[in-house]
C-alpha cells in the first residue's frame, strides 16, 4: 500500500473507534512508516474533532433529512451501517453549513485576509462524500442535485486536501452544481478556522 492509497483509506477512519478494525490496519501501518502520512492523519483528526464540537453546538434545518434522502434513496433492504454513515453526513452538513455561515458573518474581514492559493481538483458534494466516500463520474448525477439544493460544495486537490468552498455570495454553488465530480481550478482566500479548511472563493476556472 502506497501513501496515496492509504489516504482514501483513512479518510473514513475514525481515532480510538477504528484502531482494531481490520480494515484498517494496512493503512496505520504506512501511517508508522511515513511520518509526512503522519502528520496529515494528524491534522485530519484534528479537523474532525473540530467538528464533532462544532456539531454539539448545531441544530440541523427540519427539513435537511428528507432533501438529503429524496435525492439518493435508500433501497427497501437498509444496510443499517450506511443508514448511520447518512444519518452522520446529515448533521455534519448541516454543522459545516451554519458554522461557515456564522464564521463569515462574524469574521469575515479576518477570513479576507486569509493567505491567497490556487487550488485544482474534483468538486465534491461533500455530504456524500463524507458518508459514503462518494465521488467521481459515477456519482456525479446525485452530487449535481445535491450541491444544486444548497449542501456543502468542495474540492479535492490532487495532493487529497479536501476544502470547503465558501464566497460572499450564493453563487459558488450555483456556478459549480453542473461541473460535480468535473476537474476545476479555484483561486481564493485559504483560512482554517477551528479546525475548518476553507477556500473563500474569489475565481473559478473551468475546464
Known amino acids: ?47 474532525y474533532d473540530a467538528i464533532r464540537s462544532k456539531l454539539r453546538e448545531v441544530e440541523p434545518r427540519s427539513d435537511l433529512a428528507e432533501k438529503i434522502v429524496r435525492n439518493q434513496p435508500i433501497p427497501f433492504r437498509r444496510d443499517w451501517t450506511q443508514m448511520l454513515k447518512l444519518a452522520a453526513a446529515i448533521i455534519l452538513s448541516a454543522g459545516i453549513t451554519a458554522v461557515a455561515m456564522t464564521l463569515w458573518q462574524r469574521d469575515g474581514h479576518r477570513l479576507m485576509q486569509g493567505r491567497e492559493i490556487v487550488a485544482k481538483g474534483e468538486v465534491l458534494d461533500l455530504t456524500c462524500y463524507v458518508a459514503y466516500n462518494w465521488s467521481g463520474p459515477k456519482h456525479a448525477s446525485c452530487a449535481m442535485d445535491c450541491i444544486k439544493s444548497g449542501l456543502p460544495v468542495g474540492i479535492k486537490t490532487e495532493d487529497g486536501k479536501v476544502y470547503l468552498l465558501t464566497g460572499k455570495e450564493a453563487h459558488v454553488n450555483d456556478e459549480l452544481a453542473d461541473y460535480a465530480a468535473k476537474i476545476v481550478t479555484v483561486r481564493g482566500k485559504k483560512t482554517a478556522r477551528d479546525g475548518f479548511a476553507q477556500i473563500q472563493v474569489e475565481e473559478i476556472r473551468k475546464f
Open 1 to 47: 500500500m502506497n501513501t496515496n492509497e492509504a489516504k482514501e483509506k483513512l479518510l473514513l477512519y475514525r481515532e480510538r473507534i477504528d484502531d482494531a478494525d481490520p480494515r484498517f490496519q494496512e493503512a496505520l501501518a504506512q501511517v508508522r512508516r511515513d511520518p509526512e502520512l503522519a502528520e496529515w492523519l494528524r491534522e485530519q483528526m484534528n479537523c
